[in-house]
C-alpha cells in the first residue's frame, strides 16, 4: 500500500494549557461497506482510545462505528508545562492495538 | 547426592514452565475481556437514539437545552462528504462527567461517548460520520444533570459506508 500507517499527535504550551492533537491512523469500517466486488467489508473500527499525561488518565474515549476514518481529536489540558509526556492508546473491536507518545513543545 | 540434585531440577523445571504457561495463559485470555469491558456494547449498538442514551446514561429526559455549544459541519449545518463531518463541543458547564454525541439518522446513532476527567478543557473537536441529512445531538451529563443540544445537518454525500 506504500502509505505508512502511524498514529499521530501534536501537544504544544498555548497560554498556561495545553493544546492536544491526536490523528489516529485507522480505517474504521462499519461492516457496512462494500469493497470493489461488492463484498461486504468486515467491521474494523477503534472502541476504546485513551490519552495519559505523565502516567495520570485524563481522558477515555469510546468510539462508535460513525466515528470518521483516520479519527482526529483535538481538545485541551488545564495547565502544564514543557516537556510533559502525552501518551494515547487505542484498541479496536478485533483487539488491535496503538499507542504514541509526544512531549508537549 | 546425585540424584537429589536430579530431583531438584526436574522440580525446578516444572514450576518455571508451570509459571511461563499460567502467564501465557492469563495474558491471553484476561486481555479482550477487559478490553470488551471498556465499551458499552448495548448503548453503542442501539438503534435509536433514546435507546443509546438509556443504555449509555440510564436517563435521556429531563435534558436542559442551555450550556452548551455544539457545532456540526463546515461551514455550520452544512457538510459536503458525510464521511467526515467536523464537529466542536464547547461548554462552560463544571463536572462534566461524560459527552456524547448521537447522528439521529445513523443506523447506530452513538458516535462518540466522551469521558474527560477535570483536567480537560473544552472545546474539544472530532469528526463523524453523518448517513443522510440528519438531526445530530451532542449531550453532556454534569453534576448528574444532562444538557443537550441538537443540530440539523445537510449531507450531500452520505458517509456511513
Not at chain 1, 467491521?43 to 495520570?56: G, L, S, V, Y
Not at chain 2, 465499551?39 to 453503542?44: D, G
Not at chain 2, 455549544?69 to 461524560?98: C, M, T
Request: glycine share 8%.
Amino acid at each position: 500500500m506504500g502509505l505508512v500507517r502511524k498514529d499521530r499527535i501534536r501537544a504544544k504550551l498555548k497560554s498556561g494549557d495545553t493544546t492536544v492533537r491526536i490523528l489516529l491512523a485507522h480505517p474504521m469500517h462499519t461492516g457496512r461497506g462494500q469493497n470493489d466486488a461488492g463484498d461486504l467489508i468486515a467491521a474494523e473500527f477503534i472502541q476504546d482510545f485513551r490519552c495519559w499525561r505523565n502516567k495520570e488518565e485524563v481522558l477515555s474515549i469510546e468510539c462508535g462505528t460513525a466515528t470518521a476514518a483516520n479519527p482526529y481529536f483535538s481538545f485541551q489540558l488545564i495547565g502544564g508545562e514543557r516537556g510533559d509526556k502525552i501518551a494515547i492508546r487505542w484498541v479496536d473491536n478485533l483487539g488491535a492495538k496503538g499507542t504514541a507518545e509526544t512531549t508537549v513543545k | 547426592m546425585n540424584t537429589t540434585n536430579q530431583h531438584r531440577r526436574t522440580l525446578l523445571k516444572g514450576a518455571i514452565s508451570a509459571s511461563t504457561m499460567a502467564l501465557v495463559a492469563t495474558s491471553g485470555l484476561l486481555l479482550p475481556q477487559r478490553v470488551l469491558a471498556h465499551w458499552s456494547t448495548s448503548a453503542f449498538n442501539a438503534e435509536t437514539v433514546e435507546d443509546a442514551l438509556l443504555a449509555l446514561l440510564g436517563q435521556a429526559e429531563e435534558a436542559s437545552t442551555t450550556g452548551l455549544n455544539f457545532k456540526v459541519g463546515s461551514p455550520p449545518s452544512y457538510a459536503v462528504n458525510g464521511a467526515s463531518v467536523p464537529i466542536e463541543i464547547q461548554s462552560d458547564l463544571k463536572n462534566i462527567e461524560r459527552i456524547a454525541v448521537l447522528v439521529d439518522k445513523n443506523p447506530l446513532p452513538l458516535a462518540l461517548s466522551i469521558v474527560p476527567s477535570a483536567a480537560v478543557k473544552l472545546p474539544f473537536k472530532s469528526m463523524i460520520k453523518i448517513a443522510e441529512d440528519s438531526e445530530v445531538t451532542a449531550i453532556i451529563r454534569a453534576d448528574g444533570q444532562l444538557y443537550k443540544t441538537t443540530r440539523f445537518v445537510e449531507v450531500d454525500i452520505g458517509g456511513c459506508a
